[in-house]
């Protein structure tokens, strides 16, 4: 009987709460999580702007979000915490009206939050993202830049290699279905594929995987990898779906140089304001750099290499324009790497969408790219660079040293004698040092 009353005074409680009128103002329909190398980023996705405070705690390391006034619509489901600096996420009704959610953490971090408003594809959403106090590998920590520069040897070349666009940012989109995010990934890993194998090269990832880097950041990871060339690589879309081709960018002093560039330049821009940083950040250092004269020299530089890959690319695919154009983008606006944007077709043309998706025109697409690289940097070998050296020995085989070689290994492995590698290379002695490289004479004529 007593349990009766109690339930009958509940549930007169509740509808008298219900009655005095909480209405919940906000909400969330859904929990995202996107993994990146220095960070993860939470997305809740919301039905309006929502008032919220995020705070840290410690023992053990945790991130609460407080949403206000707000209730949760569906409960988070299968997130992949695998990489991503958070266990598990806790959530619980607060005060009736708001909800808390913890986030548990791996290490200890540093949050960032922010709204961010509708896109084409996005409602509402409050982002926070999560950077870690202390990432050893990290090359943005103070201090550490990547090293292996600062000697004298001579170097390999280090080609950036951009994917566009990532996490909840999609880019264009198929007909089908196709993300520009999912194929430009896929085509950059195989010219990553394909550059390692290549002798005197180095490719470096601004992106490894399925998440955002705001465009800023990604001219500042071209920078601390101290790269020689910046490729970012996108695929088109537009409103018109029969455009078709591959085109190659390169950044413009005056802004974009056509109407359909400039089109571009504003969809491919946008993406900073789908990251949730400004462009017009005050404090940026690259602003001043920008006005630098070597951008001259940079843009002509990056003509040159544009125009060598634009190339290759009309062997394997048409072409949108036949020469390299210009546009305001601004992931080429580093003063001193050359920075080329590659747009690999339309993914907003029928025919192109299903081809960006087979796996063999990736792979010749990338080949187009490699190739480029190839003819580029053996003409233009940036000095200090194992390329250098060896376009001083007139073109004949090389060979870098590494641990464990000796003079009379490497002349037995190419069935040269000793006497002919040393006076070939200049040498007074077998002695040899990691990474020196060496000219290996032809067998026939030396
Ligand atoms: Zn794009």
Redesign the pocket.
């Known amino acids: 009987m007593n349990v009766l009353r109690i339930i009958a005074v509940l549930v007169v409680c509740f509808s008298t709460i219900a009655h005095a009128g909480i209405v919940h103002a906000t909400i969330v329909d859904g929990i995202r999580l996107w993994v990146g190398p220095e960070g993860t980023r939470v997305v809740f996705d919301v039905n309006s702007s929502v008032d919220h405070d995020v705070f840290v705690l410690k023992n053990p390391d945790r991130v609460v979000v407080d949403l206000k006034n707000t209730t949760l619509g569906r409960k988070p489901v299968n997130l992949d915490f695998s990489q991503s600096f958070v266990k598990g996420i806790r959530y619980a009704k607060r005060n009736r009206l708001d909800v808390r959610v913890v986030l548990d953490l791996n290490v200890s971090v540093r949050p960032n939050s922010f709204i961010l408003n509708p896109t084409k594809h996005y409602g509402h959403r409050l982002v926070v993202d999560l950077e870690a106090t202390h990432l050893p590998d990290n090359p943005f920590n103070k201090g550490k830049i990547v090293t292996s520069f600062d000697t004298n040897e001579p170097r390999a070349v280090v080609v950036a290699i951009d994917a566009?666009?990532g996490g909840e940012d999609p880019?264009?989109l198929g007909q089908r279905g196709t993300k520009?995010k999912a194929v430009?990934l896929a085509i950059a890993r195989k010219l990553e594929a394909l550059l390692v194998k290549e002798w005197g090269i180095r490719p470096v990832m601004i992106r490894q995987g399925d998440y955002y880097v705001s465009l800023r950041e990604r001219i500042l990871k071209a920078r601390a990898y101290k790269a020689d060339l910046f490729i970012s690589i996108?695929?088109?879309?537009f409103k018109n779906g029969h455009a078709r081709g591959a085109s190659v960018y390169v950044l413009s002093q005056k802004g974009a140089s056509s109407e359909a560039a400039r089109w571009l330049a504003a969809?491919?821009n946008s993406?900073d304001l789908i990251g949730g940083v400004s462009l017009d950040d005050k404090d940026d250092l690259l602003a001043s750099v920008l006005l630098d004269l070597s951008q001259n020299a940079t843009i002509a530089a990056s003509m040159e290499i544009g125009g060598k890959i634009l190339e290759e690319l009309q062997r394997i695919s048409r072409v949108h324009k036949a020469q390299v154009e210009h546009a305001g983008f601004v992931v080429l606006k580093s003063p001193d790497i050359p920075s080329i944007l590659v747009?690999t077709g339309f993914i907003s043309n029928r025919y192109e969408e299903t081809k960006l998706r087979d796996k063999k025109h990736q792979q010749q697409l990338a080949r187009a790219l490699l190739k480029g690289v190839r003819r580029y940097f053996r003409d233009n070998p940036p000095p200090g660079t194992l390329l250098a050296s060896a376009a001083q020995g007139l073109g004949r085989q090389h060979y870098v040293i590494s641990m464990g070689d000796t003079l009379s290994s490497i002349a037995q492995k190419y069935r040269v004698t000793a006497r002919l590698l040393r006076s070939v290379n200049g040498l007074m002695d077998d002695n040899i040092a990691v990474g020196q490289v060496l000219v290996i004479p032809d067998r026939r004529g030396g």
Do not use: I, N, Y
């Open positions: 566009g666009h880019g264009a520009e430009v996108h695929a088109d879309a969809s491919e993406a747009e």
